[in-house]
């Protein structure tokens, strides 16, 4: 049974740098695509990236493209997303979710199909203050 737990949250202030992390277990590690969500009150989800764990390829939302690292260690069955100079906007509640994909040619294919997702870890909130 695939799950994934997401965890990490926080209070940070803005400029400042934070981590998650995901766990994920119930699968074939390099089978798998794992990306990261987020949604604001009021605002619809945002993908924000993803790691293709066949290859290491990543890729990055325009709003957190030069900020945000992801990365993934198999050993501990974790995707981590390393989040650096933190704005007020960046302000949400962040999700992890996982699929069945070893190829992925464009975020967006990637952010879609992770969308549709079963594998979803719970939130956890990351709020900015400035």
């Known amino acids: 049974e695939v799950q994934l737990q997401a965890s990490g949250g926080g209070l940070v202030q803005a400029g400042g740098f934070w981590r998650l992390s995901c766990a994920a277990f119930?699968?074939?590690?390099?089978?798998?695509?794992i990306g990261w969500f987020r949604q604001a009150p009021g605002k619809r989800r945002e993908g924000v990236s993803c790691?293709?764990?066949?290859?290491?390829?990543?890729y990055y939302a325009d709003s957190v493209k030069g900020r945000f690292t992801i990365s993934s260690d198999s050993a501990k069955n974790t995707v981590y997303l390393q989040m650096n100079s933190l704005k007020p906007e960046d302000t949400a509640l962040y999700s992890c979710?996982?699929?069945?994909?070893?190829?992925?040619?464009?975020?967006?294919?990637?952010?879609?199909?992770?969308?549709?997702?079963?594998?979803w870890g719970q939130g956890t909130q990351v709020t900015v203050s400035s």
């Open positions: 979710a996982a699929e069945n994909l070893p190829v992925v040619f464009t975020i967006d294919q990637a952010m879609g199909v992770l969308s549709d997702s079963d594998y």
């Open positions: 790691i293709v764990n066949r290859d290491g390829t990543t």
């Open positions: 119930g699968f074939t590690w390099e089978d798998y695509t």
